[in-house]
């Protein structure tokens, strides 16, 4: 036994003074988050060498220096931080738990009465703070450096975007219909803007068009156009220098998001773009299920635990090998259930709530299971 056993004894010192045992939790914390930390740099750098290496030859193409290579990269590190956490921790947990199992020193712990539900509870706190830090640095600098990467992707190798404005949008459940031939995000204005208002039956009862469409004070001014107006027996027409309406109060946002990834977007903004789709008609699903996959994503790390503290002191052979080999198995069936429910809920098949919380959920029961009887 290395010094870690010996803080057993320390933790009986504790026990009789009616302390905690904070020498091996200290121990553990360290470990796990050092292993944690490491392991996680290391599985994001192979994903990003992957990713690199499959559009290398690309950027080669198009003359793309080389620190304009490493800004595509390094845009990328934290999304890739963000998806391989998890595997990293568990890796780390386990690893830590079948090292301490191997080496005779969880059965110095039991000895000393502390029950590893006990001893793992710092892994517990430290699994809510990898929740809470998985949020905040995607929202905060994952998905901003995710755009950033690429438009600078889309400029290196010439290509066009996916936020290419569509040439037409409806809202409120077709009752205006607005086609234009651009919008200028940085101006918040439409050029050659045509709105087409409806009544419930969807009998067309007005059509304003205008060279330019300014947002100001949240209501579009249209410029030098003209208005057909419906009289129920002909058109009535209206010309114009600057016309306004409260009905027209879309915000500029709404010009943009109809092509927008998803995944690409903050929490905020993933919201509203739902409820614009729901308000138009658009199909809303795959907002929905990235959605509710980001959510549950984010609890991974707690289920975490539960399955590799259900492997630790099982084995009295091979006990790093089969634990660890034991914990990623489980965790690899988690990924592949959440990409199942995933496609289920794209397909219409399920709920996209029920399809990715019902994994989650699942694996959640089994992982709170496993370690209430883990082994001590």
Not at 82 to 102: D, K, M, Q
Not at 199 to 207: M, N, P, T
Not at 215 to 236: K, P, V
């Amino acid at each position: 036994m290395n010094g870690k056993s010996n803080d057993a004894a320390a933790f009986q010192a504790n026990r009789r003074k009616g302390g905690f045992p904070l020498i091996l939790w200290n121990s553990l914390w360290r470990q796990v988050g050092r292993w944690t930390a490491g392991s996680t740099i290391f599985l994001a750098l192979i994903l990003s060498l992957a990713e690199l290496f499959s559009v290398l030859w690309k950027f080669l193409a198009r003359n793309a220096n080389i620190l304009e290579i490493a800004a595509w990269v390094i845009y990328g590190m934290p999304g890739n931080i963000i998806n391989v956490l998890p595997v990293g921790f568990l890796f780390a947990l386990s690893f830590t738990l079948a090292e301490w199992h191997a080496n005779h020193e969880l059965a110095a712990v039991f000895s000393a009465g502390l029950s590893l539900q006990r001893f793992l509870a710092p892994v517990v706190l430290l699994a809510l703070i990898l929740c809470g830090t998985e949020f905040l640095v995607q929202d905060v600098a994952a998905i901003p450096l995710g755009r950033a990467r690429n438009e600078l992707r889309n400029r290196l190798l010439q290509e066009t975007g996916s936020a290419t404005v569509p040439p037409a949008l409806m809202l409120r459940a077709g009752r205006l219909v607005y086609s234009y031939s651009f919008f200028d995000e940085k101006r918040q204005r439409l050029l050659n803007p045509v709105v087409v208002e409806r009544d419930a039956e969807g009998k067309i009862i007005r059509r304003i068009s205008a060279q330019e469409a300014r947002h100001e004070e949240g209501i579009w001014i249209f410029l030098q156009g003209d208005i057909y107006t419906s009289t129920g027996q002909g058109w009535q027409w209206e010309p114009f220098d600057r016309w306004s309406d409260p009905l027209m109060n879309e915000p500029p946002s709404s010009f943009t998001k109809p092509t927008q990834d998803a995944r690409q977007m903050r929490m905020g903004e993933l919201r509203s773009f739902m409820d614009f789709l729901r308000q138009t008609g658009i199909p809303v699903v795959e907002a929905q299920v990235e959605y509710h996959r980001r959510f549950s994503f984010l609890l991974t790390p707690l289920v975490v635990v539960g399955l590799a503290a259900a492997f630790a002191g099982r084995y009295r052979r091979s006990t790093f090998l089969i634990s660890l080999v034991l914990s990623l198995v489980t965790a690899t069936m988690y990924y592949v259930g959440q990409m199942l429910a995933s496609l289920a809920a794209r397909a219409l098949l399920i709920d996209p709530s029920l399809a990715l919380w019902s994994v989650m959920i699942l694996f959640s029961v089994v992982s709170l299971l496993a370690f209430a009887k883990a082994k001590t």
